[in-house]
């Protein structure tokens, strides 16, 4: 079994900033990409940002140039550097990680969510 804990989430006044941590644990035989998603109340889920193993990164428009996503793969733990927050952005932010229980099989997995509120 494989799971994803995730935690930094909060309230937090527009224009400042908050990091959410995602950890993997479990049976790991390796992780490839991990990622952050989000979910606004009353939309569909979207893609935050992205990380490979190698460390090459993609983010959505709207939160290019704010938030920095990284990833300690010795600790199979991936972050998400999150400044510049706008109401915009308040959303539940779920952590996905690709997880190889061998050098063939592996499938993603998802952490529970994180709430993150951008409110004055």
């Known amino acids: 079994q494989v799971q994803l804990v995730e935690s930094g989430g909060g309230l937090v006044q527009p224009g400042g900033s908050l990091k959410l941590s995602c950890a993997a644990s479990g049976s790991i035989f390796s992780i490839g990409s991990m990622g952050w998603y989000r979910r606004a109340a009353g939309k569909q889920r979207e893609l935050v940002a992205v990380?490979?193993?190698?460390?090459?990164?993609n983010y959505a428009s709207s939160v290019k140039g704010r938030f920095t996503i990284s990833r300690d793969n010795a600790k199979n733990t991936v972050y998400l550097q999150m400044n510049s927050l706008k109401p915009d952005d308040t959303a539940v932010y779920y952590c996905?990680?690709?997880?190889?229980?061998?050098?063939?099989?592996?499938?993603?997995?998802w952490g529970k969510g994180n709430l993150v509120t951008v409110s004055s």
């Open positions: 990380i490979t193993s190698g460390g090459v990164t």
């Open positions: 996905n990680a690709e997880v190889y229980y061998s050098e063939v099989r592996g499938r993603d997995y």
